[in-house]
């Protein structure tokens, strides 16, 4: 039997700090990424891949929004659901294609996928993650009378949206089914579809969005992986980052990584949803949780790049 | 072994005439459909969906075009994969709802999918097929220095795309594999992303769309069905359609049909294509299309309305 691989691709993968998310621009990031999954299909690994959808998702809430008299705007688990279409599409064409090249003959598909979460999570209560575009004084009133609920920022008002924690990934047995088929997977793009279980109608969609690397940890336990591979923009975790004490990461145990966390060095905003998913990871069975920069992805995978924590 | 059938709903089976395409009309029109499929699912058939996206990539065309001043708009493919995660969304939930009430314990899942079109295909240059919004003349002089191919209609200019002769599905196996898992599909959306072989270098995407039934005759031979369940806005195929020698067909033989083909009863842009995928699917070894109303699914399926052609 094959091991099993999570690589989970931060937002900033496909459309790189600076570059204006051209589809030329997405296509060569996406490209460059593929090379590294290569060479882990080839080292004899089942993939799944998953993938944060920040700045995609961003630009279909604005055309949404520009286009909001002309043509109804979708609501956010809609727009998430396009961006799965969309990244999905791109991986699945590139990565083929990388596949091809190095004679590797296995199928990819990126599919669509819901994640369960609980309707009592806290989030829903105090909403804070900011989505969309940035509002003026002026057009926040409207934004605020359609039942959106916002937030100032430095560059202006943003409608903050929950962030609930995901608790399953419903089609966690059919990614499961794909992988014993032999076909490499996308899933979980942009963290997933929220949706809550109602009594007497099934599975209902909600207006949030879920931490990618969280739904990417629930994905690699209904898959059996054993390894966790977080590709984002730093190529360690850090103890006190951005200070001058900061000290990068290399190999570090569950335990230790659970003490840091608890001590506070890992913001919520950033890297603390990746270090929650480690602990997740590890304490539900997997073995080894890899945090690194995306360019660098081959090289954690071997060994030679980011933080390795096991348990 | 169970029967296989592809159900390939219309454009119009998602927004209806008349309506503004709300996300709440999507729904609720998608949970009309999904109770059709369930019986026929319940009836001990292995169903995969596709799926028309006219007004849904309609809308994301323009909201990309609305928003270019501000975000790069997306080609026409990427448009097509954002529909297939939008529809695709909608009908994995909606049928699963539905299946879960009738105690049917299958899994749902939508795919992205891509389809081989030849480079060579004659449509590529005539483009005729016009997609997008509506541009005035003044309009339509930027758009033409972008290098789009523009044809004037009564309500102004229109962007016109090549629309090639699907030649297979890339995920075909993939899609015959999760049937043999016991899995619905959902699957070639829009008639899925055009793309071609390019000699070293792989798949590449193509400013084109596919007509989704040719497509979805294509996976019909793709997955071997047996049945080709075309669902549409009309309730039945028609001799001298609109005229007043109209005369509906109950029950057609390949040879008839054909015939009829042949001496031009039905139209390119709307009765042609169907027709075309008929007379392919049964010449390719499909045993029974049926082409019916949208709101008629399950009469159609039980030979109480619809156009039934066989061999």
Redesign the interface.
């Known amino acids: 039997m094959r091991k099993k691989a999570i690589v989970a691709l931060g937002g900033n993968a496909l459309i790189k700090e600076g570059q204006?998310?051209?589809?030329h621009e997405q296509f060569a990031n996406t490209r460059d990424i593929s090379r590294s999954i290569v060479k882990m299909i080839k080292d004899g690994w089942d993939v799944v891949i998953t993938h944060g959808n920040g700045p995609q998702v961003g630009?279909?809430l604005?055309?949404?929004d520009?286009?909001r008299d002309?043509?109804?705007p979708?609501?956010l688990?809609?727009c998430v659901?396009?961006?799965?279409?969309?990244i999905?599409?791109?991986i699945?064409?590139c990565l083929?294609?990388?596949l091809?090249?190095a004679n590797v003959d296995r199928?990819v598909?990126?599919?669509?996928t819901?994640v369960l979460v609980d309707e009592a999570d806290p989030s829903f209560k105090n909403p804070t993650k900011p989505i969309g575009p940035f509002y003026s004084e002026k057009e926040v009133m409207e934004i605020k009378e359609e039942g959106f609920q916002v937030k100032e920022y430095p560059g202006g008002w943003r409608v903050v949206v929950p962030s609930p924690d995901p608790k399953s990934i419903?089609?966690g047995?059919?990614i499961s089914?794909?992988l014993d088929?032999d076909?490499i997977v996308?899933a979980s793009g942009g963290g997933g579809?929220p949706?809550i279980e109602k009594e007497g109608?099934?599975?209902?969609?909600l207006e949030a969005v879920i931490d990618k690397d969280l739904t990417s940890e629930r994905l690699a336990e209904a898959i059996n992986a054993e390894l966790l591979l977080i590709l984002t923009n730093v190529e360690k975790v850090y103890l006190n980052y951005g200070t001058p004490n900061q000290k990068a990461l290399d190999s570090v145990k569950l335990k230790e990584i659970k003490q840091f966390y608890k001590d506070g060095h890992f913001p919520e905003g950033s890297m603390g949803p990746k270090i929650l998913a480690a602990i997740r990871f590890l304490e539900s069975g997997g073995k080894k949780v890899i945090i690194s920069d995306v360019n660098k992805g081959w090289d954690a995978f071997k060994g030679k790049a980011g933080t390795h924590i096991t348990k």
């Open positions: 204006e998310g051209t589809i630009a279909i604005l055309q949404n520009l286009a002309v043509t109804p979708m609501p688990g809609i659901a396009e961006s799965e279409g969309l999905g599409y791109m699945q064409q083929s294609n990388a091809h090249k199928p598909v990126a599919l669509i819901q419903v089609e047995e059919i089914k794909m088929d076909i996308i579809m949706v109608w099934g599975l209902d969609g």
